[in-house]
Structures are given as structure tokens and as C-alpha cells.
């Protein structure tokens, strides 16, 4: 006899013995019962949740010789042929092979055409996949459908369906089923089929199916088929370990044994996204019907141990990488290399990448470092080591005094030697032949990454001149002749070791080369803007107006992490509005922030200036300048 699958087997042939979606259920069931069944129904859910099961439960029923209480009897004819897939009264298809305007032309020519049944139900799988021309097609069909016919259109992506269908249908919407519902069903399966399996597996096809009754039921058919799960993949929980650790060889050798076993790279990204997600939610209090106990267990091992920062990142990074693997020709480089620049962040200059290393430097000051740090003292000898116009990254990273007290951390962030391209190599073991979709990838992240670390000197105001204003005097205070021209070369690529507070000084002569460090998306948003005081640590940024001020809110992170970088100190940033800003006629005693001092409101519009737009750098000159005469402004379509 031909092996029947367990999906298959236990696919449910009526509404009662359908597992969960009661209220779906329901109202099927009593409008079968109440003989007002609809002339069409949108059932949407995640795949392997009975959408195609309940639409042919729905056409059994309404075509049954002896249907009882809205069940089909499931002996006559015609229950029999809908479960063997040969009855004339049910017609499929899949929408997102049919898709085309003519394949729905050929299905529709033949709606109002009888049927051997009372009903004639017409199944459209995926239905968000049809083009738009079969859509008007189908549109005009269910405008006035004939008496006989239903359409039940079935959907992963509800909101894809466009709305003049939606709108008709009446909309069911299936879910996932709880993981202790799941287990309960799949103990039954066990039971009902007799399989020889050990109940440890419960958990762990359940936790594979996600929710999905198709899913689980697949998985528990290859426990059976493999005899069973003696190769447990833990590689998410060591993966886990290895994140919480920062230890990149244990990284890649939980990958190494996975893959040994059998396991496919893609599973093992998946898996550890879905143990990066449960952390993330037990961190955040947010408890899901979907975990099982064991996945409690490990999430609340690992909630403690792993910031938010670090599990949103872990999450883009391996998300990320899972959508590369789909083309990547070997899929194990793009694993092996998320989890090498999520275990080695200094292997990662992306600004996500920043911020998780500065809030991990952030705890570990607060865990171990308090009793060593003496913040006064370092404060001290910060100050008298910086005139107060210098520019702090050129003093040496590695300060003597009470700053090296504080290099721990730095053992894992050595310089880099260039752009991101030192990450694709590390895997160890691995020649270095990049994937077409990694170099494009990497391609990516170069041109995203702020310019100052992408490209080596960060520009100095030396190679972009500020902008000429009418009326300003370009050969007063200004900051270019104070910075030295050897600065580019003297930026660190990676976080500076020493940790000085910042000084009102040093940041206003710097505030340019800061600005820059920022997407130049983010930077030309902070023309006229200055930096107006240093209080107990939080740096006061004005703003020449309160519209301004609230437009650049959401940027504030930036400008910290652009400090951070710049000032290997990580500092609040407040911004303020300073009215007296727009009133002052020129730069007056606020000269370290000259040449991004506001410029009188009414000068903006005069800006434009054609030697700016050849000057700009690196080709998009007029956007950059559109976007900076209108501060907030924000670039809806580039072409
Ligand atoms: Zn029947």
C-alpha cells in the first residue's frame, strides 16, 4: 500500500474533528445548517492552517446526500469523490501557478455551467498571487455569481487581495495553533497511528511546526521515518551561548556540527531565529502561547544574559543573512559570516553594529568596572591632557593616566584593517570566494555606511568647504585653519580605548567632522544647528526653531553614536530650541560651531549656489541641497 503521509492521513474530513479555528468553524458550520451560506469567502491564515481543508469540507457538505447538523456523512458518492479529489462539483486552483488573465477566463467560462451537485465550489489557492487583469476577471464573475456557485479564495496575504474583493467576501481568518494544543494533537496522532516513538519528541516537532498543523505532522513523519531524534540539533542553544559569550570559534563550530548531522544551513538559521525571538520576547515580558516549555526554559536562561541591542541585532544580522542564502550558491559562508559579526562586533563597522558594542560597553562598566573607574580623575586628566581647541582624536587612543584602567573591552576591538570586507574572510577554514549575493551585500553596506568610515579620510573641512553664505565673513573664526590637516589619517576606524567625558571645546571643534560621521541623510538635516553647552555630561544641542528641534527628535541615537565614534565617550544628547539663534546676525561668540551655525531663516532660501552643486560631494549635490534649504524635508521618490 502507498505510504500515506500523517498530514494526509489526519486532514480532517469534517468540521468537528478540525483542530482549533472553532469561531471559523462555527460560522461555516451554522451557515451550512442555516442554509445562508455566502457566495464567497476570503479565508486567510498562515500556511498549513486548514484553509484548503475547511473550503473542502465546505464543498463535501454542501453537496452531500445526507448531510447531518451541517456535517458531511462522508459515505455517499459524493462525499466520497470530494475526498478522493474527483468530484465535478469542487474545481481548484492554484493562483499562484493559474495566475494569468486567461487562466481565470478559462475557469470562469464555465461557472454558469451546471454541475452533477447542488453547488459548485471553485477553490482559489493564493489567491493574492493573480495578476490584476485575472483579478477584474474574477471581479466581473462574483459581481453576480450564479445561484449554484461559491467561491471560497484562500490567502496567506489577506491584505494583497485588493479591496473590491475583499470588501465582498465574508472574511474568515484562521491562526496558529498554541503549542499545548499542537502537543495534544500530535500525542493523539501518535496514539491513534501507533507510532513507535519516544514522547521527548512532542516538544520538539511541535516546536518545529510552529503552529502550523501540516508543519508539525511533516516533522513527526521524519522523526518516524529517521527512527527518531538521536541527532538533537542543539546548535541554537549553543549558538546562544556563543552570542552571550562573544566567542566566534564556538559560533562556527556549533555550525560545523550541525551541518555534520545533516542539517541544512537554512534550518539552522531559521532555528536560531526563532530562539533569538523567544528570548527577545521573555525579555520583554511578552509571553507567546506558541512557546513550549522547554523553549521557556532556555529563553529565560538566555533573557538575562543578552541585551535587547544585542537580540535586535542578532535578529537583522541572521534575518538578513537568511534572505541571501536563498541565492547564495553556498548558503553556510552567509551563516557563518552573520554569526561571525554578531560574535566579533568589531568585525562589523554598521552603525547597528556601534551601538550594540557601546551598550555592551555600557554594562560591562556597570557590572565589573566601578570599583576601577575613578570618573573624576579621568575627568581630570582628560582636561588638562586637551587645550581646549584641539581635536581629541588626535591625541593617542591608548592614554596613560586612569583611562587604561577601562581597556578591556578593547581586547575584542582591534583596528580594522578595512571596510567590511575583513568580516567575509574570517570564517576560519573558508577560502575567501565571496557569493555573488554577499558581494552584492557587502556592496550594500558600503555605499549605507556613513561616509566618514566607508571611504578613509572622513572629509575635512579643508576638502568641503562650507557653504558660502551671503553676508558671512568666510575668513573669521572659522574652524578649518584649527583643525589639522592630519586628522584623517589619525581617525581611529575602531571605538577609541580611552574614555574622556566630552568637553564643550573639543565637540565644537569637531561638530563638522561629527556631522559628517552621521548618514549624510541624517547630517544635512543638522545644518544650522550647534552645539550650545556640556551639562553634567548631556550634550545641548540648539535648534533655531521648535519645528526643527522636533524633525531632528527621532535622530538623536544618531548624534550619539556619531559623539561615540568620534569621541570614544558615550554621552545623552538633549536638544533644545534657542530662539536667539534666528536673531543673531553673525556667529558671535558661539564660533566653534561656525560653519554649521543657524543661518537667519530668511537667508535659507538664498543659499543656492552654483559652485556648491560641483562641489558636492559625490554625485546627488542637488538633492543633498534641496534637502538642506528645507530642513526636514524628507526625499519621497529618487527618480
Ligand atoms: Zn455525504
Known amino acids: 500500500m502507498e505510504y500515506q503521509s500523517l498530514y494526509r492521513r489526519y486532514r480532517p474530513g469534517r468540521f468537528d474533528a478540525v483542530r482549533g479555528q472553532q469561531h471559523v468553524v462555527r460560522a461555516l458550520r451554522n451557515a451550512v445548517r442555516e442554509n445562508r451560506v455566502a457566495h464567497l469567502y476570503l479565508l486567510s491564515g498562515p500556511r498549513g492552517t486548514g484553509k484548503t481543508t475547511l ?49 481565470m477566463r478559462d475557469l470562469l467560462s464555465k461557472v454558469a455551467l451546471g454541475t452533477p451537485g447542488r453547488t459548485k465550489v471553485y477553490l482559489l489557492d493564493e489567491v493574492h498571487m493573480l495578476s490584476s487583469g485575472a483579478e477584474n476577471a474574477l471581479l466581473k464573475t462574483l459581481e453576480e455569481p450564479p445561484d449554484h456557485v461559491i467561491f471560497v479564495l484562500a490567502t496567506t496575504e489577506p491584505h494583497k487581495v485588493v479591496p473590491t474583493i475583499r470588501s465582498r467576501a465574508q472574511h474568515l481568518e484562521l491562526t496558529l495553533l498554541p503549542a499545548d494544543e499542537m502537543a495534544e494533537h500530535v500525542r493523539w496522532v501518535i496514539e491513534d497511528a501507533s507510532l513507535d516513538v519516544g514522547a521527548d519528541i512532542v516538544s520538539h516537532v511541535v516546536r518545529v511546526g510552529g503552529g502550523s498543523v501540516r508543519d508539525t505532522l511533516s516533522a513527526l513523519d521524519q522523526v518516524v521515518a529517521a527512527g527518531g531524534i538521536s ?4 546548535s541554537s542553544s549553543e549558538l546562544l551561548e556563543a552570542l552571550a559569550e562573544r566567542d566566534a570559534g564556538r559560533a562556527v563550530a556549533a555550525i560545523a556540527e550541525a551541518l555534520r548531522i545533516g542539517r541544512d544551513p537554512r534550518v539552522i538559521g531559521e532555528a536560531f531565529l526563532g530562539v533569538l525571538r523567544n528570548v527577545l520576547l521573555v525579555s520583554l515580558g511578552a509571553t507567546s502561547t506558541q512557546l513550549t516549555e522547554a523553549e521557556h526554559e532556555q529563553a529565560d536562561v538566555f533573557a538575562p544574559r543578552l541585551s535587547a541591542a544585542t537580540l535586535t541585532r542578532a535578529l537583522e544580522v541572521v534575518g538578513t543573512a537568511l534572505v541571501d542564502m536563498r541565492q547564495a550558491p553556498d548558503p553556510r559562508v552567509d551563516l557563518e559570516v552573520a554569526l561571525v559579526r554578531l560574535t566579533k562586533p568589531a568585525a562589523d563597522t554598521t552603525l547597528a553594529s556601534l551601538a550594540e558594542r557601546i551598550t555592551h560597553l555600557e554594562r560591562q562598566l556597570a557590572e565589573g568596572d566601578r570599583a576601577t573607574a575613578a570618573p573624576t580623575a579621568v575627568r581630570a586628566a582628560a582636561t588638562t591632557a586637551l587645550p581646549a581647541t584641539a581635536v581629541p582624536t588626535a591625541a593617542p587612543p591608548a592614554t596613560a593616566g586612569p583611562a587604561t584602567e577601562l581597556t578591556a573591552p578593547a581586547a575584542d576591538t582591534p583596528p580594522r584593517p578595512g571596510p567590511s570586507r575583513g568580516a567575509r574572510d574570517s570564517p576560519p577554514g573558508r577560502p575567501g570566494r565571496p ?16 561616509p566618514a568610515r566607508s571611504e578613509a579620510p572622513p572629509a575635512s573641512p579643508a576638502s568641503i568647504p562650507p557653504p558660502a553664505r551671503p553676508g ?46 552621521m548618514p549624510r541623510k541624517v547630517r544635512v538635516r543638522f545644518s544650522g544647528v550647534g552645539v550650545r553647552e556640556v551639562i553634567d555630561g548631556t550634550v545641548v544641542v540648539a535648534f533655531p526653531n521648535e519645528v526643527h528641534r522636533s524633525r531632528c527628535e527621532e535622530f538623536r541615537l544618531d548624534v550619539e553614536v556619531a559623539l ?42 538664498d543659499v543656492i549656489d552654483l559652485a556648491e552643486l560641483t562641489d558636492a560631494p559625490r554625485g546627488g549635490g542637488i538633492i543633498e541641497q534641496l534637502t538642506s534649504a528645507f530642513p526636514g524635508a524628507e526625499l519621497v521618490d529618487g527618480d
Open 55 to 103: 473550503a473542502r469540507i465546505l464543498a463535501k457538505v454542501l453537496n452531500c446526500e445526507n448531510p447531518v447538523d451541517g456535517e458531511p456523512c462522508g459515505l455517499c458518492a459524493s462525499c466520497k469523490s470530494v475526498e478522493k479529489g474527483t468530484s465535478f462539483d469542487l474545481h481548484e486552483l492554484d493562483a499562484a501557478s493559474n495566475n494569468r488573465v486567461d487562466d
Open 231 to 234: 541527532h538533537h540539533d542543539t
Open 435 to 450: 557569493s555573488p549575493a554577499s558581494e552584492a551585500r557587502s556592496q550594500l553596506e558600503r555605499t549605507n555606511r556613513p
Open 472 to 517: 558671512s565673513t568666510p575668513s573669521s573664526t572659522a574652524v578649518p585653519t584649527a583643525v589639522p590637516t592630519a586628522v584623517p589619517t589619525a581617525v581611529p576606524t575602531a571605538v577609541p580605548t580611552a574614555v574622556r567625558p566630552l568637553e564643550l571645546e573639543a565637540i565644537r571643534g569637531d561638530w563638522d567632522a561629527v556631522l559628517e560621521a
Open 564 to 605: 561615540a565614534t568620534r569621541f570614544g565617550t558615550r554621552a545623552p544628547v538633549r536638544f533644545v530650541t534657542d530662539e536667539t539663534a534666528t536673531s543673531r546676525a553673525d556667529g558671535g561668540e558661539r564660533a566653534g560651531s561656525a560653519p554649521y551655525d543657524a543661518p537667519p531663516e530668511a537667508e535659507a532660501d
